[in-house]
């Protein structure tokens, strides 16, 4: 197997030309910021990049099917005896003026702080309305700008700027596991929890390791996903009121995949208490901020749905969607996606038919891999009902033939 004992900007670029990719394809594929990349190829191999980005390299070569890793071995070696321009390259470090940022930006670090802070609203607002496939570059594009000032930056400033560098890292894994790059997601969520600690943040420390339950509960890891909630749940007192909503409504999602009825919705009354009042979706209250009273009466629909009560899931997913702020789009194609899966249970083929593609149309627009692959299970669920014209326009629109 072809393997890299250490990823310089020369072994990147290599890998690009082999996978046949833009270095905004080649960034979107890996799941960086296309200034990276730019940064790793103008370096050469005087660019290292991070030991997390290292690891994520190693993957998309290991994931390379056997033309391609062949094509980056000969482009590799091609570049062990470079000739006069390149040995300029690797004994000549770029200046600071070759890319990145313009000279003196740290002198300007306060009101970069602020449009940092102010960007992260703007961003999270853009994945409510549209999804990742309109947030996630300039996700990346402003951890780029964040780490670039790192190196330069120190005292309160930097912490500042650490606890931002975690705070986009936390929305880069949020956006790449709704976008269904969940080894990219876990880098990142990974990459926020160092920088978190690095902050001494308990409250960013508590988001991540949210997060990671939330992975667990893709995974249907019942232990998992209720161990990681309540560890982010141990400092709940200190916590502010929409995050701990989001943390133990994590926690009725486990109860659910164990079929624990009860205790499910006793945790989702709890969240109901701490729910955010947010309607503009540009998480001006914090982390959870999007844990409103409609959200989280979506997600104990979506648990009556997990408990095997698809009737009653269809009942409070017809109630609570029409009163979702319409930012909340992309949730919007979750819970429809969701609601046809229940309406396709109780065998209301059509209902369930109309209903998913609206939640296709609403995950390709967005970017949602996570919705248009439950749309994906309710088409091949439906697939023998063809004959019925919302079915069969389904499977058309799902590629599916009819």
């Known amino acids: 197997m072809t393997a890299v004992r250490r990823w310089t900007g020369r072994e990147a670029r290599a890998l690009r030309i082999a996978l046949r990719l833009s270095v905004r394809a080649f960034a979107e594929h890996l799941g960086v910021a296309a200034?990276?990349?730019?940064?790793?190829?103008?370096?050469?191999?005087?660019?290292?990049?991070?030991?997390?980005?290292?690891?994520?390299?190693?993957?998309?070569?290991?994931?390379?099917?056997?033309?391609?890793?062949?094509?980056?071995?000969?482009?590799?070696?091609?570049?062990?005896?470079?000739?006069?321009d390149d040995r300029e390259r690797v004994f000549a470090r770029p200046s600071s003026s070759s890319f990145g940022l313009p000279l003196g930006s740290a002198d300007h670090i306060a009101e970069l702080l602020v449009h940092l802070r102010e960007q992260w609203h703007a961003l999270v607002r853009t994945d409510n309305l549209l999804g990742p496939r309109f947030?996630?570059?300039?996700?990346?594009?402003?951890?780029?700008?964040?780490?670039?000032?790192l190196p330069i930056?120190?005292?309160?400033?930097?912490?500042?700027?650490?606890?931002?560098?975690?705070?986009?890292?936390?929305?880069?894994?949020?956006?790449?596991?709704?976008?269904?790059?969940?080894?990219?997601a876990a880098q990142?969520?990974?990459?926020?929890?160092?920088?978190?600690?690095?902050?001494?943040?308990?409250?960013?420390?508590?988001?991540?390791?949210?997060?990671?339950?939330?992975?667990?509960?893709?995974?249907?890891?019942?232990?998992?996903?209720?161990?990681l909630a309540r560890a982010a749940a141990r400092d709940g007192d200190q916590l502010p009121d929409p995050m701990r909503a989001a943390i133990v409504h994590q926690e009725a999602h486990r109860y659910a995949l164990e079929g624990d009825e009860l205790m499910t919705h006793r945790a989702l009354d709890r969240a109901l208490g701490w729910a955010a009042p947010d309607t503009a979706g540009d998480a001006r209250s914090g982390h959870g901020s999007f844990c409103t009273g409609p959200y989280l009466e979506l997600q104990r629909a979506a648990c009556w749905a997990t408990l095997g009560r698809p009737k009653q899931a269809i009942q409070l997913f017809e109630v609570v969607l029409p009163t979702l702020p319409a930012v909340y789009r992309r949730d919007?194609?979750?819970?429809?996606?969701?609601?046809?899966?229940?309406?396709?249970?109780t065998g209301e083929v059509d209902s369930a038919a109309q209903v998913g593609?609206?939640?296709?149309?609403?995950?390709?627009?967005?970017g949602s891999l996570?919705?248009?692959?439950?749309?994906?299970?309710?088409?091949?669920?439906?697939?023998?009902?063809?004959?019925?014209?919302?079915?069969?326009?389904?499977?058309?629109?799902?590629?599916?033939?009819?």
């Open 332 to 345: 919007r194609g979750v819970a429809c996606g969701q609601l046809a899966q229940a309406y396709a249970a």
């Open 188 to 227: 990142w969520v990974s990459s926020a929890m160092e920088w978190a600690h690095e902050a001494g943040d308990r409250r960013l420390l508590a988001w991540t390791l949210f997060r990671r339950s939330q992975h667990a509960a893709r995974e249907r890891d019942a232990q998992g996903t209720l161990s």
């Open 135 to 149: 947030a996630l570059a300039g996700v990346l594009d402003q951890i780029s700008v964040i780490e670039e000032l």
């Open 35 to 84: 200034r990276t990349v730019s940064k790793w190829e103008a370096g050469g191999v005087v660019t290292v990049p991070r030991p997390d980005t290292q690891a994520i390299l190693d993957t998309a070569l290991s994931r390379a099917d056997p033309a391609t890793q062949q094509r980056f071995v000969l482009l590799s070696r091609a570049g062990d005896h470079p000739g006069r």
């Open 370 to 402: 996570q919705t248009e692959q439950m749309v994906s299970r309710l088409g091949r669920f439906l697939a023998r009902h063809q004959r019925v014209p919302a079915v069969g326009a389904l499977l058309n629109e799902l590629g599916a033939p009819a």
């Open 153 to 184: 930056t120190s005292g309160t400033h930097r912490a500042e700027l650490v606890r931002l560098a975690a705070t986009y890292a936390e929305s880069a894994a949020w956006l790449h596991e709704d976008a269904g790059q969940m080894p990219a």
């Open 357 to 366: 593609r609206e939640a296709l149309a609403i995950a390709r627009s967005s």
